[in-house]
């Protein structure tokens, strides 16, 4: 089976280097970017399988690339992957097709939240999950 190829959108070094580091072999990262601007380039030419992005970050921050890209392609496959726990951030990113919402804090679940997606479902951090069970949208499991 192909590696689900991943493109990587966060404004801060360290943390594009625990993510390499914690999905390893499972996945191939195809190209890291740090703000919502290089992401438009980025996923133009390299169309990557899956976007993984922050939703902090310079010039235009991540909710709004993502509604911009979702606009034009709305197959895309966007999993934020922040430290945003607020109901607000998660019910928006699902209202403009994200795919997934992980917290960095709970990036033990990022390879799960990829598979997840690349099946077809959506996903939601177990911490977001148990804290606010109305954010969960009706098609992820529990």
């Known amino acids: 089976m192909k ?3 991943i493109l990587l959108a966060d404004d801060h070094p360290e943390m594009v280097l625990v993510v390499a580091r914690h999905l390893g072999q ?3 990262i195809v190209g890291v970017v740090h703000d919502g601007i290089e ?3 980025a996923t133009e030419m390299l169309k990557p399988d899956v976007i993984l992005l922050d939703i902090s970050m310079p010039h235009m921050n991540g909710l709004e690339a993502a509604r911009r890209l979702l606009a034009t392609t709305p197959e895309l496959r966007i999993i934020f992957l922040t430290m945003h726990d607020r109901p607000f951030y998660v019910t928006e990113a699902f209202r403009l097709g994200a795919r997934g919402y992980v917290l960095k804090r709970s990036i033990h679940e990022l390879s799960l939240a990829i598979d997840c997606i690349m099946q ?3 996903f939601l ?3 977001l999950r148990d804290a606010h069970p109305g954010l969960l949208p009706a098609d ?3």
């Open 120 to 122: 077809g479902g959506r």
């Open 125 to 127: 951090s177990a911490i």
């Open 26 to 28: 499972q996945v191939s």
């Open 39 to 41: 992401l438009f380039r």
């Open 140 to 142: 992820v499991p529990e």
């Open 3 to 5: 590696k689900p190829q």
